[in-house]
């Protein structure tokens, strides 16, 4: 067994004790993330707002992806056409 094998098969169980905590706590969590985002933005006198809610976005999307990744959601949660954190992709939609 290789080192990143042993090292995957060490952490498995704790990313699965992170995920139940984040599905039982992502009211809390994303509580949290707002509380902090309004600090942050409050003490910088709204100069990154935009870098502040993007980030908040990102942090939001990451957690509700682990919090949900046993319930068949991971992975189909973007609109087609979308990337998923990013903006719409450049050119014309695809034909349909």
Request: aromatic content about 2%; overall charge positive.
């Amino acid at each position: 067994m290789g080192l990143l094998d042993n090292l995957k098969a060490r952490l498995g169980p704790a990313k699965d004790k992170v995920s139940d905590l984040a599905q039982q706590h992502e009211d809390k969590i994303d509580r949290g993330l707002d509380k902090v985002a309004r600090t942050v933005d409050e003490r910088t006198k709204g100069k990154y707002s935009d870098r502040i809610q993007t980030g908040t976005g990102k942090a939001k999307d990451a957690m509700g992806r682990l919090a949900h990744k046993d319930d068949g959601t991971q992975g189909g949660g973007a609109a087609p056409g979308t990337t998923p954190g990013g903006p719409p992709p450049a050119g014309p939609p695809p034909a349909s």
